[in-house]
């Protein structure tokens, strides 16, 4: 018998209209649904109008360990298992990862019905730069591990992303703030796609403020990556500047000299940029 196959199906974040028809159809047509929460499955399809007629089991993060095996042996029985969480893609913080490692090992083909996700919602509206980013999850509950971790992405470049619990968030970002630096660009992205969305952008430390004064919902957090501070230098800016060296009288030749080494770059590079401008 031919291996089935596994499907990590992305569910709403809030808004229901935001699910595919693709879900729909997979949720009618998939021999086993495993859910994070089998109650909120069921008010789901309700809203979709979707009638799953394969089994249903529970996929949390308690027991995925030992239902992993039996849904591993479902799909080596030649069976399509659905895999769907609370909100977003499986295996982003939430259960799945562990089936999908155990399905790719086994040879089985593993593929995505793609839906809404926090992390790319959050980053998209946070008006921080998406053109490099990661993902960190939830940060450590204990105080000591979280600074530990946010003293390790001090330099992290690229934009940061976070999941954290409302309860926590004041002390998060007061952290991240003491790591990071209270100026250092941040959104809290608070009940993404809902009724009462909000995103709240500023300073880590002007944030931790507005949270210390209570926030409820699901949270994600939007960190700017550090900037260093010896960028190499715009050759465009360099250029300019021989422009204004060579305007006061000094030797356009010399000019280039001078700005190279100045700014540490081949003159050669300094001299065909100023003639190709």
Known sequence: MDNGRLVLAGAPIGQVGDASPRL???????????????????????????????????????NEAGRAAELLQALQDGRTVLIIT????????????????LAVEAGITVTSLPGPSAVTTALAVSGLPSDRFCFEGFLPRKPGERARRLDALAGEERTMVFFEAPHRLQAGLAAMAEALGADRPAAVCRELTKTYE????????????????????????????????NLPPVIEDLVAEVTRRAETGVPRKQAIVDVAKAAGIPKRDLYDAVHRG
């Open 24 to 62: 729909r159809e997979a949720l009618e047509t998939a021999d086993v649904v495993a859910a994070e929460d089998t109650r909120r499955l069921r008010r789901l399809a309700g809203e979709l109008g979707a009638e799953i007629r394969g089994r249903v089991v529970s996929y949390y993060d308690a």
């Open 86 to 101: 609370d909100a977003g893609m499986p295996g982003v913080s939430d259960p799945g990862y562990r089936l999908t490692h």
């Open 198 to 229: 909000e995103v709240r952008r500023g300073g880590l430390g002007e944030l931790a403020e507005w949270a210390a004064k209570g926030v409820k919902g699901e949270i994600t957090v939007v960190v700017a990556g550090h900037v260093p501070e």
